[in-house]
């Protein structure tokens, strides 16, 4: 049937069958005829063909079966097609080309070969309220150059995509419900464009909405979920705009980008995808669709993203509402580099943000909170993280593993119940200009070898630690600001700190790496700034460590090491704390104006110390304190080990032996494991009680420092320790230079200890020393005081100088003097209290104030030996009671008397060299009474009566001089012993020596007093 230009006619209830070419032709501009309640079917072209600009109503037929379109439009034709059924067609439903017009409302169209409604070429139509479906057909394409308005359709069920946009078209697509498809619910390629508004698309068997080959739609204000893939998929180059849309419940991902696709995915609302279990729920509309359903409350969720970018996509992705997921709420992977951009991405049951597989994006200004972890980087991928907010995690802001690298920097990392930032599992991340603040752990947590590289950042008041290293962790920390953690700055442990390891965790050889801190601010950490634990071996140079801290740097634990360099260390309550297992290397570091100690050595800590400055401290600069050794009897200890045996026997395993040496770096330390600490070239400024106190049964070697300015004293030996103290220098202590504490040890060799405001040295009683080679001069009062009950022996040092005596000994003690060298003392070279069991032999006491030598307070010690000239006054002077053995003494140019001895002295007096004093040679040999005293001429006439009395009895005389021989050879055996005898036994012989040889000396007085008369 034709119907030609100007028809108006009505054609009703008619049968249109098995026309050859179209069933219904209406052409022509001014044609406008109606067509109602027909049946068109079966012809063998378009069942109604319009076009010339030809207008038409077509409503309530039924158009099926033909071969060509069931309605074709073309050439400006504008019928209105309303209320049909157009179905069962070998072509489109409904086909508008060639700039065709019209409208299609409220019609059925469905199980149509190719789509339900086509539009081409220009076509304009408006395409609204249709029920597009079938299993045959697709519901819309539109393509080369189509621009249809599109709304209020339901497109559902259909075998091809709900809508198809192809070609340069530019629909506008709005308020549909795109539904149940198995295909794409709309699938834009091939260049498209257009604008897709305002559409519920949902459960359909592929994505929501797919764009690829360089389509380009504006997606804006949908409503996409609950489809069997991608709610909105981009592949294969897409691109457009993707914007204010809510995208939820479907199952493989909210939006999905991939192959170099790039669109712009920006103000939508993101979340938990993949609905498993559905409930049945109508929608208003003007048809309720049996197949709409929505989410049934609690239904169990896979592991999709409510983003997804992967294979090479990219995109700008910018304020999104990403939230909800049951897995992470973005991912990206396999060489992704997508833009994300001031998206709020939270409460996601996994990461905020999972980044694999070498991807790369750019994340800036994003705030991502409340999810499990903020962003999770793994497995090669390197992105760019800048001015995100990561914050509030129920586990950690940033973790990074798998040789996973990438920027992050300008971030707040804050608020997070475990560690800020995680990095293991050779994550190599760099982290700079970061505020990584108030985690309710650790901040930054570094281990399984870890590296990284974090510089100018601010890690602050976290619960915990600001930073935790430990298993083989190697990460460079520089410029950082570390401060305000509860527990402390940062803590190396657990074999942290070094590691040549790969991702297999095994060794191949490679460069070894150290986790270093460099040129950081560690302050005001409510605990220590550093703490090295068991295995830890940090390099920590060039920091800054102050703020009241506990301690700036505090190592203890099982070969606690660590090489600490040219740090500054000030204002902290101790600066350097060595404890148990203890070993590290401390060079070149300032350490001052701590409030306590600058370096404290204690509990079996041991330590090297070379050519620090430490100054200042408000009690000691250096305190070294050791523990009492146990004694065990040795049946106990038997006892003891044989239990062992048996116990280990019993299961098949040998007694371990004991492991008391730690090896560090070549180095072994002391081997009895006592608290140890070597000390070399450093430079100790101040110190509030002193500079170094030795303290508690410790050892330490000290070696070529400078000590000076203290409060107190320069070296301060407490009871038990047991240093080697040589070639420092000591000077301008307001105390002693050299304090050695009852009960005190040590070796004491080669030092300069000056400018002391009291003695250069004081051993206390009971104080064991060997004092060899000493320079003390310049001191305020005496070089060398020796308390009562020392046992010490001096040798080959140097007195000079000093305020009042080269030496003084202040009571009994059993001391040995020998080849020292005591001149120009403002007093006497020796002073000697009440001591007998001193031997002083070899020594030269020259240039002295007053007398070489002085003995007071009943004083009887052995001098031998000694060259005494030059003094101020006597050679040796003997007050008080004073007695004194001298013998073989060279006693010469002084200016008083060679010998002096006051009223009740009682000198013993052999073979010395008494000449050229000021009081003439008649004093050689002699001891010279005080003038004018009768009472003592008295004395002396009765001693030489006494003695004329004794030549009477000649024969017994030379019995006597034999007699006195024997006793003068063991005499001089017992005052040349070598060394001071230490144990009581051998203590208890020498004094029975000693009393033998007096007694000889006694016996040899009266024979020669015999011989004489």
């Known amino acids: 049937m034709a119907i030609c230009s100007g028809c108006t006619s009505v054609l009703i209830d008619n049968t249109i069958v098995s026309h050859r070419k179209a069933g219904c032709l209406i052409y022509g501009t001014r044609t406008h005829p109606t067509l109602l309640r027909n049946l068109i079917e079966h012809s063998e072209q378009a069942g109604v063909y319009l076009y010339a600009g030809a207008k038409a109503t077509i409503e309530d037929n039924e158009v099926r079966g033909n071969a060509g379109p069931g309605i074709l439009i073309t050439e400006k034709a504008d019928p209105l097609v309303q209320r049909n059924d157009i179905h069962s067609g070998d072509d489109a439903g409904v086909l508008a080309h060639e700039q065709g017009l019209g409208t299609v409302l409220h019609n059925n169209v469905y199980n149509n070969r190719t789509f339900g409604v086509v539009v081409l070429t220009g076509g304009r139509t408006v395409v609204r309220a249709n029920w597009l479906h079938g299993r045959r057909q697709g519901g819309l394409l539109v393509d080369e150059g189509g621009m249809p308005e599109v709304f209020e359709n339901d497109i559902e069920g259909n075998t091809k995509a709900g809508i198809m946009l192809r070609g340069a078209c530019t629909p506008h697509i709005h308020h549909n419900k795109v539904h149940h498809g198995r295909d794409a619910g709309i699938h834009c390629t091939e260049g498209a464009g257009g604008t897709i508004e305002e559409n519920d698309v949902y459960e359909n068997e592929h994505a929501g909405i797919g764009v690829e080959k360089g389509a380009a ?42 192959e170099a696709s790039d669109p712009l995915v920006q103000r939508n609302q993101l979340r938990k995808q993949a609905l498993a279990d559905l409930l049945l729920k109508p929608m208003a509309a003007e048809r309720e669709n049996p197949h709409e359903k929505v989410a049934k409350h609690g239904a169990r ?114 608020h997070n119940a475990k560690a800020g930032v995680r990095v293991w599992a050779l994550g190599d991340p760099t982290l700079q200009g970061n505020k990584i603040h108030s985690g309710k752990t650790c901040g930054v ?134 404890r148990e297992g203890a070993m590290p290397h401390v060079e070149r570091n300032s350490i001052h104006h701590q409030t306590r100690r600058g370096v404290i050595v204690c509990a079996k800590g041991q330590g090297m110390l070379v050519e620090n400055e430490i100054s200042h401290s408000g009690t000691y600069n250096v305190e070294v304190r050791g523990e009492k050794p146990k004694v065990v009897p040795s049946g106990l200890a038997a006892l003891e080990l044989e239990r062992k045996k048996k116990l280990y026997a019993a299961m098949g395993l040998l007694v371990p032996l004991p492991k008391n040496g730690v090896t560090i770096a070549g180095l072994l330390t002391d081997e009895s494991g006592r608290t140890s600490v070597h000390f070399r070239h ?153 001591a007998s069991e001193l031997v002083v032999a070899n020594n030269e006491m020259r240039e002295n104030g007053s007398a070489g030598v002085l003995l007071v307070e009943g004083a009887n010690p052995l001098l031998a030996k000694n060259l005494v000239r030059h003094n101020g006054t006597n050679g040796v002077r003997c007050e008080s009671g004073a007695k004194g053995r001298l013998e073989r003494n060279v006693i010469e140019e002084n200016g008083a008397s060679g010998i002096y001895a006051e009223l009740g002295c009682s ?99 009266v024979a020669d007093a015999a011989i004489a008369s």
């Open 301 to 414: 969720h896979k592991d999709i993203a409510p983003l997804w970018v992967h294979s090479g996509g990219k995109g700008d992705v910018r304020d999104n509402d990403i939230y909800e997921s049951d897995w992470h709420g973005v991912a990206i992977g396999s060489q992704a580099t997508p833009l994300l951009q001031r998206n709020r991405i939270h409460n996601n049951r996994r990461s905020g943000v999972f980044i694999e597989d070498g991807a790369a994006p750019f994340l800036l200004e994003n705030d991502v909170h409340h999810n499990w972890v903020g962003v999770e980087v793994i497995e090669h991928a390197e992105p760019t993280l800048r001015g995100n907010k990561i914050h509030h995690m129920r586990l950690g802001g940033l973790w990074v593993y798998k040789e996973a690298r990438g920027l992050y920097e300008g971030n707040e990392i804050c």
């Open 907 to 1005: 000198p013993t007096i052999g073979e010395n060299s008494v000449q050229r004093n000021e009081d003439g040679e008649g004093a050689m040999g002699a001891t010279v009474l005080t003038a004018g005293d009768e009472e003592a001429a008295a004395a002396g006439l009765g001693a030489l009566a006494d003695a004329m009395r004794v030549a009477k009895l000649a024969a017994d005389a030379e019995a006597a001089v034999q007699e006195a021989a024997i006793h003068r050879e063991r005499a001089e055996q017992a005052m040349e012993a070598p060394e001071e005898p230490t144990e009581p036994s051998e203590l208890q012989k020498l004094k029975e020596q000693r009393r033998a040889a007096r007694l000889a000396l006694k016996a040899k007085e």
């Open 445 to 578: 947590l570094v281990y399984e070898c870890g590296k990284g590289h974090f510089v100018d950042n601010d890690i602050y008041n976290h619960k915990e630690w600001n930073v935790e290293v430990k298993r083989f962790a190697t990460p460079l920390f520089e410029k950082n600001r570390i401060y305000g953690a509860h527990m402390g700055g940062v803590y190396c442990h657990g074999g942290g700190g070094i590691g040549a390891f790969t991702s297999d965790f095994t060794n191949r050889d490679s460069a070894i790496t150290r986790f270093t801190l460099q040129n950081n601010d560690i302050y005001a950490n409510f605990g220590v700034g550093v703490s090295i634990g068991n295995d830890g071996v940090p390099v920590i140079k060039g920091n800054r460590f102050y703020g009241g801290q506990t301690a700036a740097i505090y190592v203890a634990g099982d070969k606690a090491q660590g090489t600490i360099t040219d740090n500054e260390i000030y204002e902290n309550k101790d600066g350097i704390v060595l």
């Open 217 to 258: 739609p504006l997606i804006r204000r949908n409503r996409i979920y609950n489809g069997k893939q991608a709610g909105a998929f981009y592949f294969d180059g897409g691109l457009g705009t993707f914007e204010e849309n809510e995208v939820w419940g479907n199952e493989e991902a909210g939006v999905q980008i991939i």
């Open 682 to 834: 450093n430079r100790l400024v101040g110190g509030g009680l002193g500079s170094v106190y030795l303290a508690d049964y410790s050892k330490g070697y000290l070696k070529g420092n400078s000590i000076s300015e203290c409060s107190g004293t320069g070296v301060v030996v407490g009871v038990g320790a047991d240093p080697e103290v040589s070639d420092n220098v000591i000077s301008t202590c307001a105390q002693y230079g050299l304090h050695v504490h009852p009960g005190g040890r040590g070796r004491f060799q080669a030092n300069k200890i000056s400018q002391s405001a009291s003695a250069g040295v004081c051993i206390e009683a009971e104080a064991t020393s060997d004092l060899r080679a000493n320079d003390i001069f310049d001191n305020d009062e005496q070089g060398l005081l020796i308390r009562m009950g020392a046992l010490c022996r001096v040798t080959a040092n140097t007195m000079r100088g000093n305020g009042t005596s080269g030496i003084e000994i202040d009571g009994e003690s059993l001391c040995q003097l020998r080849d020292n060298d005591l001149y120009g003392n403002k007093g006497c070279g020796l002073l000697v209290r009440a």
